[in-house]
């Protein structure tokens, strides 16, 4: 019987990406069974192969996250035979995505009107660090360009201090979910109609997008979100997200909507200890500054006589939302995660072990979706250039010339 073949198998894939934001996209589409071609500079590749964790000799914590399933090419781009073959590649591909700093990808000889007449039903994702206009719209962006610019450093601030971006990396891994959605949208649009369209996005687009409501009401409002602890909606109607510590100083969250806020203090026993100290309105924390203060105070005094464990289990009996607070190394062993496959193991023949990945984030009911392991680099020129004619003395001679 043959094996289970992915959604997105008989889909060919052109990258020249590197990062976060530009290569997450296609690893995505490689895990569901799509051919991925990654073209890299010939001797050194992309610059995140020496990122992260180094295992053994060359396998790199950053780059096995981004790249694993994908084939590696080596193409010199500023090689007249290296923009033929990947001309080439691009007339068989149903998707190809770029990076580059915008006016690059022009420069270089792969820009969206120079494909799309090579091959009309292409669809050209390209990824930016501000988006396509806009003042800043020819400068370079990262992570922290995405997550400072779209508000993410207030939205996770902490009051009194001064903002800062996160070390995870939220503006390139939700800029990269969004360019997936929107490329397998035009795709079916492409597979349709027979034609294809440029599809782009953006660091702070996307950290922009994962603002959602919160940015909406500070729109609406004119005022900045209660950060911290999270308080939001009005004061008639006042809910709250927050964590507390335990009398081991071990954390839990709990996130209540206005009309469980006095249901949940009195299954905690709570209620009559704030009503005495006139604390028991949740939505006097929009009143002031110190009211917050002094609710939040109250609740992290009395979660701090008992357990963790006795916390939750009597705010679970109630079926009020809560649980525990992991550190990242937790939340990798949590059961959770481990029993949905959100982290996996496979074996990696180069360090000749097994290692913990990303598993994937979706379950197909009739569909496999397999994570692979990130290729070496050029390690497909042959098998790839072989595809599209390349006899094996042109290959070689490609090479001997600094091509390939």
Excluded at 90 to 95: C, G, L, P
Excluded at 236 to 259: H, T, Y
Aim: hydrophobic share 35%.
């Amino acid at each position: 019987m043959d094996a289970l073949k992915g959604a997105l198998d008989g889909i060919r894939v052109v990258t020249c990406s590197t990062a976060v934001a530009g290569t997450v996209p296609y690893m995505f589409m490689a895990d569901l069974g799509a051919e991925v071609i990654k073209i890299e500079v010939p001797n050194g590749g992309d610059n995140s192969r020496k990122a992260g964790v180094i295992k053994g000799e060359d396998v790199s914590s950053f780059f096995e996250t981004n790249n694993r399933g994908v084939k590696s090419i080596t193409l010199n781009l500023k090689e007249p035979d290296a923009k033929t073959i990947l001309h080439k590649l691009v007339k068989t591909a149903d998707i190809f995505g770029q990076n580059f700093r915008p006016g690059a990808a022009e420069r270089y000889g792969f820009g969206y009107e120079e494909l799309k007449e090579i091959n009309p039903a292409l669809v050209y994702a390209s990824v930016s660090g501000y988006g396509p206009d806009g003042p800043d719209s020819h400068l370079p962006g990262t992570d922290a360009v995405g997550q400072a610019t779209a508000g993410v450093a207030e939205a996770f601030s902490i009051p009194g201090q001064s903002l800062r971006t996160g070390v995870a990396a939220v503006a390139d891994e939700t800029c990269a979910i969004l360019t997936f959605g929107g490329v397998l949208a035009a795709l079916i649009h492409a597979q349709k109609t027979g034609v294809g369209q440029k599809v782009e996005t953006s660091l702070v687009g996307g950290a922009f997008r994962l603002m959602g409501w919160t940015m909406t009401t500070a729109m609406w409002t004119g005022n900045p979100p209660i950060t911290g602890a999270r308080i939001n909606g009005t004061r008639e109607r006042p809910g709250i997200a927050a964590c507390f510590d335990d009398q081991d100083g071990k954390p839990l969250a709990m996130q209540l909507a206005s009309n469980q806020w006095k249901p949940a203090l009195e299954v905690l026993g709570f209620y009559e200890k704030m009503k005495t100290q006139g604390l028991d309105d949740l939505g006097l924390a929009f009143e002031s500054i110190e009211k917050k203060s002094e609710i939040l105070e109250c609740l992290a005094n009395l979660f701090s006589q008992n357990t963790r464990e006795h916390w939750l289990e009597i705010l679970r009996e109630s079926d009020l939302i809560s649980t525990k607070v992991n550190t990242l190394v937790e939340a990798s062993n949590d059961p959770n995660v481990i029993d949905n496959n959100y982290v996996t193991e496979i074996y990696h023949p180069r360090i000749n072990e097994n290692i913990k990945v990303h598993g994937t984030p979706w379950k197909f009911s009739e569909t496999p979706s397999n994570p692979g392991i990130a290729p070496t680099l050029g390690e497909h020129n042959q098998d790839i250039l072989g595809s599209i004619g390349y006899e094996s003395s042109e290959i070689s001679d490609l090479k001997d010339r600094g091509v390939i």
